[in-house]
């Protein structure tokens, strides 16, 4: 099923910083077929269809599939028909799971948070003596209209 996968993806750290590359690697992950049709696990869309449907260039798809295949993000299988070449990929769950995000962020932005939630502790008396439930830097008869 494709939404374990697109939940994998997001949830991982792979090309933080670079948006082109995590696009479409979303996209291909939520393109992967479900359990009981053809080639099950795998994303069959070609390359042209990724691009119309993210918005990027073709060759900017071209790059993120060079570059998913060099970093082992998707095993990448190449078939010839007709005279040209498809790619089926199917997402590396390990590598996801290897680079989970982590879910209380990063050490400064907790630092900041708990900061943060300490000075609005020690301002929110001064707030509700003038009956606010809300913010509120003035009391109600100085507010500006």
């Known amino acids: ?9 997001t949830e991982s750290t792979l090309y ?3 948006g082109s590359y995590k696009n479409i690697m979303y996209r291909i992950c939520s393109l992967v077929r479900k359990d009981g ?4 696990g795998w994303c069959t869309a070609g390359e042209n269809y990724i691009a119309e449907t993210t918005g990027f ?3 900017q798809v071209q790059r993120a599939v060079a570059q998913f295949k060099k970093d082992g993000v998707f095993a990448i299988r190449t078939y010839r028909k007709g005279g040209k070449e498809f790619n089926h990929y199917r997402p590396n769950e390990a590598l996801f ?5 982590n879910p209380e962020g990063p050490s ?3 630092k900041l948070y708990r900061t943060t939630l300490r000075r609005m502790a020690k301002r929110a008396p001064a707030r509700m003596a003038y009956g606010h439930t809300t913010p509120c830097r003035q009391p109600p008869d100085r507010l500006a209209v």
């Open 57 to 59: 260039s073709l060759r």
């Open 1 to 9: 099923m494709a939404w374990p996968h697109l939940k994998a993806a």
């Open 37 to 40: 049709q053809q080639h099950a």
């Open 97 to 101: 799971n290897s680079r989970k995000r």
């Open 108 to 110: 400064w932005y907790r």
């Open 16 to 18: 933080d910083g670079h």
